[in-house]
């Protein structure tokens, strides 16, 4: 059986070949796949690339872009790229910020975006996702039903990479994160053959996809179950800066005595046009207003802005969408996490403060952070996932450094700050006893190894999986983008 993991004279020798092989794929989906193949110049092309998100994937083109619409299609493209190891990438909803996860200059890009479509079983237990959905087209059809599932909170985002990555939701202080409630998915292999991945059918397969992103397969379909859910209390809250010390001890309370209905995004940005800004995306799963757990937020004064209200999920996923939208910029993200008692969180965002004036210079730069509770447990579908987080971790606090310029030219600069910005909060929270190793996968900038921080166990569980599933190391050689487990 041979290897899944590249060697560098493996490597060179795919690149020195894969011109001409891209060339060759191109065309023969321009013929076998007629209409959902486009080429530099056409309309179908543009309007693909400037879809995503971030400007770094905007900037990488593609020899051809191949948009199937079933599972079949998808089968038919892997089947021509894998023999030749012809470089691609796969994009879902193409949210995510890293150059080359979703998109690949000069090789082929597999847009699932046609693969949209949203079904719900007759009993409302089981949503079944088209792997190109993004949430925006999911949640009206959940909300007419009144049901819900652990789905993303920002509706532009994309179904698979979320769900492949772990995924936080509204819900999962009472149903576990996004990956704790796919039930099966319909995943194409490197052989071509398209398999159903649960519980009994290739179970190992369906535990390393909990986490383990783009590197067994393509995910075509996301059976995700359900749960009753009416409308809930939630919004947005900006605030004056003033207020953040008695928000951070709101936070450090809400994180040691947790209520699962509770949920919460705190952010601090800063930026030469605009200065400081506090802004808290909160929810409350309930139709109840104004819970005390919540009140150091929901009732910060003085405030600039105060959304809060009873709605629906795609009401609050399409705010959040609204709010978060930098598209378009250069942008990055990077993760840690450590344990939040408020003495922390002070000293975290003094480390951060006081990065500000290196950053500042930056054409163009937003710089910002976020924190959220991750309570105990993580999985509490008891099904398991790949993150290698248990119970015994937790209360956690999930760090995002979420920032955006103008420049390429500032690119190694703003990364610099960034790497040690986040090494400097590792060291303090090492420092004091409050550090963990882990870094989740969604937020992690390239420059980190997420999967890595998974732990040994896991490491080598996802590394004997992709063995087995692709023994020649189609999702590690030929689809390079991402975070890899031949890698990690």
């Not at 792997?131 to 009206?140: D, F, L, Q, R």
């Not at 609204?322 to 250069?330: K, T, V």
């Not at 008692?341 to 480390?351: G, I, K, Q, R």
Request: proline fraction near 5%.
């Amino acid at each position: 059986m041979t290897s899944a993991t590249p060697t560098a004279e493996m490597s060179t020798e795919i690149r020195a070949r894969s011109a001409v092989d891209v060339k060759a794929a191109c065309l023969l989906f321009s013929l076998v796949l007629p209409g959902k193949t486009s080429f530099p110049g056409s309309t179908a092309y543009q309007t693909a690339l400037t879809s995503y998100f971030s400007a770094q994937e905007q900037s990488l083109l593609p020899a051809c872009m191949v948009a199937p619409t079933s599972s079949l299609d998808v089968s038919v493209i892997v089947l021509a790229l894998a023999p030749f190891h012809v470089p691609f990438a796969i994009r879902g909803g193409g949210h995510t910020l890293n150059g080359g996860a979703a998109n690949i200059a000069s090789g082929v890009t597999i847009n699932l975006r046609s693969m949209n479509t949203v079904a719900v079983n007759a009993q409302k237990t089981v949503a079944s996702i088209g792997g190109g959905a993004k949430w925006s087209e999911v949640y009206p059809v959940l909300d007419a039903l009144k049901i819900a599932t652990s789905g993303g909170r920002v509706s532009s985002v994309g179904v698979g990479g979320l769900s492949t990555g772990g995924g936080i939701s509204y819900f999962s202080g009472r149903q576990g994160l996004v990956c704790d409630n796919i039930v099966n998915y319909e995943v194409v292999l490197a052989s071509g053959l398209i398999v159903n991945v649960n519980a009994s059918e290739n179970s190992d397969l369906w535990l390393a996809l909990k986490g383990g992103s783009s590197n067994f397969g393509i995910v075509t379909r996301f059976d995700i179950a359900t749960f009753p859910q009416d409308v809930f209390y939630g919004g947005v809250v900006a605030a004056a800066y003033s207020t953040l010390n008695s928000q951070l001890a709101g936070f450090a309370n809400l994180l040691a005595n947790f209520d699962p209905y509770a949920a919460l995004i705190m952010s601090i940005s800063w930026s030469a046009a605009q200065g400081f800004f506090l802004f808290n995306n909160v929810e409350y799963t309930q139709d109840v207003e104004n819970p005390p757990i919540l009140q150091p937020f929901t009732q910060a004064s003085p405030a600039v802005l105060n959304t809060m209200r009873i709605s629906n999920l795609t009401d609050f996923a399409n705010e959040a969408a609204e709010f978060g939208s930098a598209s378009g910029l250069r942008n990055q993200f990077a993760t840690t996490t450590f344990g939040g008692p408020l003495s922390m969180l002070t000293a975290v965002e003094n480390l951060w403060n006081d990065s500000i004036a290196t950053v500042a210079p930056i054409s163009g730069v937003n710089w910002a952070i976020s924190i959220q509770p991750w309570p105990q447990p993580f999985d509490t579908q008891g099904s398991g996932n790949s993150l290698g987080l248990s119970a015994s971790n937790g209360p956690l606090v999930l760090f995002l450094l979420s920032y955006s310029w103008s420049l390429a030219s500032d690119d190694a600069a703003i990364t610099a700050i960034a790497q040690k910005l986040i090494a400097d909060i590792d060291a303090a929270t090492q420092a004091a006893g409050q550090y963990s190793p882990f870094k989740y996968l969604n937020y992690a900038a390239y420059w980190q190894n997420p999967i890595a921080s998974y732990g040994t166990a896991s490491l080598q569980n996802l590394k004997a999986v992709a063995q087995k599933y692709d023994p020649t190391g189609v999702f590690q050689i030929g689809s390079p983008g991402g975070f890899k487990v031949s890698t990690a």
